[in-house]
Each structure stands twice: as structure tokens, then as C-alpha cells.
């Protein structure tokens, strides 16, 4: 596609279809905050899969940590057969493994998170991501 990102070179008719921003001259941005599944949560010897650890972009102490709390956080992944999805008339091959933030973990802005279903352990240093809800604002 051929836009062009500053305001004063964009045309009317891309502005009225709703391509790009005004202010910024840039598409919609995402919803949602990334992160990354580093693990899970352990001590010396035993691991525990029910809980996983994530560490989420620009948050690097634990007081930041609390904004998140009780956000719902989803890992996408692709698998091989289609499936159907619910309001949506294509079937597609995306699934989701939505979870919950749930404390902090340590001093530099990791979080611990519950999923539907535990992560597989091949989705370790894979994007999951943070929903900016619900809100506790």
C-alpha cells in the first residue's frame, strides 16, 4: 500500500476511508501490550507448569508490575487443522490460550500468570499477549 506517513501528505480520501490517523499519519496501532513467555514458575529442583512467568515490554520494576494485575493476557499460536470460530465465517487455524496476570514475580518487572490450559513448553520465548483489560482504573 502507498501511504505516505506525515499529515501534510495525506490525501482527503484516505483520511475518509479511515486508513490512517489524523494526528499521526499512521494505521491503528494494536490493543494490547507485548510480552514474552520466559519460563515457568520454579524453585531449585521442581518446576511448576500450572503457573507461567512473563515479562512484559517497558515494565522493569516491581511497582509497575501493579497496572497489570488481573489484566487477561492470550498466547496465539497457528496449529494445523482449521477450526471454526465463533462470529466469523471462515474457519481458520489460529487457536488461543487466554490467562490471567496474577502477581509480580521478583524486582524486575516479571509477572506470574494462570492459563486455560497450561503453555506448552514450546512456547517458551514466544510473544504472549497483554490485553489492556479489564480495566481497575
Not at 510480552?35 to 520454579?42: L, Q, S
Not at 515479562?55 to 508490575?65: F, Q, Y
Not at 488461543?96 to 492459563?115: P, Q
Request: proline fraction near 4%.
Amino acid at each position: 500500500q502507498e501511504f505516505v506517513r506525515f499529515g501534510p501528505y495525506l490525501t482527503a480520501d484516505k483520511m475518509a476511508d479511515g486508513i490512517v490517523d489524523k494526528k499521526t499519519g499512521q494505521k491503528p496501532g494494536r490493543l494490547y501490550v507485548k510480552a514474552v513467555f520466559t519460563g515457568y514458575k520454579r524453585g531449585l529442583r521442581n518446576q511448576h507448569e500450572n503457573t507461567s512467568l512473563l515479562k512484559i515490554d517497558g515494565v522493569n520494576t516491581k511497582d509497575e508490575t501493579c497496572f497489570y494485575m488481573g489484566k487477561k493476557c492470550a498466547f496465539v499460536y497457528k496449529a494445523k487443522n482449521l477450526t471454526s470460530c465463533p462470529g466469523h465465517e471462515k474457519r481458520s487455524k489460529l487457536r488461543v490460550i487466554w490467562g490471567k496476570i496474577t502477581r509480580s514475580h521478583g524486582n524486575s518487572g516479571a509477572v506470574r500468570a494462570k492459563f486455560s490450559s497450561n503453555l506448552p513448553a514450546n512456547a517458551m520465548g514466544r510473544r504472549v499477549r497483554v490485553m489492556l483489560y479489564p480495566s481497575n482504573i
